[in-house]
Each structure stands twice: as C-alpha cells, then as structure tokens.
C-alpha cells in the first residue's frame, strides 16, 4: 500500500465543489486509501477559507476535523519548524512556502515518495506529484 501525503490543494480542491480540480480531488480521495499531512497543511486549508463566508469555512472545519479523526496528521513541533526554516533559507532560489518546506522535510522522514498536489515545488524537490 503506497503512503500518500496530502497538500492543501488536494483539500481545498475536495471541500470546494466551485473549484476547477475538485472531480479530481474526490476520485483521488476515492482512489486512496490512507494518507498523511500535516497540521501546517491544515492550518494553511482553514487559512484559505477564513474570508468564503460561513458555509465554506465550516465545511473547511468539517473537512479538517475528519482528517484529524481518520487521518495521520502529524504536528509540527519546534525541532520539524526549524529544519523546514532551514529548508526554505537554503533555497532561495525556488519559490517554496514554509508549509511547502515542512511538508517536504516530513515526507523525507516518513519515506513517502508521492504527493497529492497540483504544487510543481513538489516536483523540484524530487517527489511524484499524484493528482488525478
């Protein structure tokens, strides 16, 4: 069984019917039967629903309280925050964001090869995006 880690835009294209990727999103949740992400990812989910109005924001709540109920969520704990930050001031010259660095440096640990992202950082740091 392939362990997949879960980026934000696998969630935000599963809570967001109106979003472009969503069909996608849900055969992939479909498709897979366990994942990991982590809690950075989660905060940055809720972050991009925080100004959709009521009905998007709780189901964005919803969304993230399953996954914490049915999912490894893993926290990001000082020790994780500071490899990402050394991450991400390593590479100035990519564009990746600091959830981006953490989820990159977890998934180095965790031996998990595959992403479920539309993010082409991923990509450049040598993972294999899955996305539909």
């Given at each position: 069984?392939?362990?997949?880690?879960?980026?934000?835009?696998?969630?935000?294209?599963?809570?967001?019917?109106?979003?472009?990727?969503?069909?996608?999103?849900?055969?992939?949740?479909?498709?897979?039967?366990?994942?990991?992400t982590s809690d950075a990812v989660l905060t940055e989910v809720l972050n991009y629903f925080c100004d959709d109005g009521a009905?998007?924001?709780?189901?964005?709540?919803?969304?993230?309280?399953?996954?914490?109920?049915?999912?490894?969520?893993?926290?990001?704990?000082?020790?994780?925050?500071?490899?990402?930050?050394?991450?991400?001031?390593?590479?100035?010259?990519?564009?990746?964001?600091?959830?981006?660095?953490?989820?990159?440096?977890?998934?180095?640990?965790?031996?998990?090869?595959?992403?479920?992202?539309?993010?082409?950082?991923?990509?450049?740091?040598?993972?294999?995006?899955?996305?539909?």
């Amino acid at each position: 069984m392939t362990t997949y880690f879960a980026d934000s835009w696998f969630f935000i294209a599963l809570i967001d019917r109106q979003d472009a990727h969503h069909r996608r999103a849900i055969r992939l949740a479909e498709a897979t039967e366990f994942f990991v992400t982590s809690d950075a990812v989660l905060t940055e989910v809720l972050n991009y629903f925080c100004d959709d109005g009521a009905h998007s924001r709780l189901a964005a709540v919803e969304a993230v309280r399953r996954t914490l109920r049915q999912f490894s969520v893993v926290s990001t704990n000082r020790a994780l925050f500071k490899r990402a930050v050394d991450r991400y001031a390593a590479r100035p010259d990519k564009q990746f964001s600091l959830t981006d660095c953490v989820s990159m440096v977890l998934m180095e640990d965790l031996a998990i090869t595959h992403v479920l992202t539309n993010d082409h950082h991923f990509t450049q740091a040598g993972f294999t995006i899955v996305n539909g």
